[in-house]
Nanobody, 128 residues
Framework: QVQLEESGGGSVQAGDSLTLSCTASGSGFSFTRYAMAWFRQAPGKEREFVAALSQRTGSRPISDSVKGRFTISKDNAKNTLILQMNDLKPEDTAVYYC???????????????????WGQGTQVTVSS
């Protein structure tokens, strides 16, 4: 069992930066066993993929909508997944969720159905 806890959300102006963190806990958790990802859900919209970190290859697929502005990384010592968000836009406003799964394959990284552990979400609001 893995528990995920997000933090770092808030209200900012367009062009600002925020850093989201997701701390994982639970027996047996490691970044070499569990893939990690960020998804987001804006009001009235479906939850969408933002970025992921593969446990197998270390690759970091990212959504085209945030490419060049968002970066996914990890802190192994703290079991923490990080999403650095720069040049934020009003369309980035959403609840951001951290997700994790063991044994996920590369082709599933971008899909919610591949993940079985989820955090509670953290709100990011960007005003123009």
């Amino acid at each position: 069992q893995v528990q995920l806890e997000e933090s770092g959300g808030g209200s900012v102006q367009a062009g600002d930066s925020l850093t989201l963190s997701c701390t994982a806990s639970g027996s047996g958790f490691s970044f070499t066993r569990y893939a990690m990802a960020w998804f987001r859900q804006a009001p009235g919209k479906e939850r969408e993929f933002v970025a992921a970190l593969s446990q197998r290859t270390g690759s970091r697929p990212i959504s085209d909508s945030v490419k060049g502005r968002f970066t996914i990384s990890k802190d192994n010592a703290k079991n923490t997944l990080i999403l650095q968000m720069n040049d934020l836009k009003p369309e980035d406003t959403a609840v951001y969720y951290c997700a994790s799964a063991a044994g996920i394959i590369m082709s599933q990284l971008r899909f919610q159905s591949g993940y079985n552990y989820w955090g509670q979400g953290t709100q990011v609001t960007v005003s123009s």
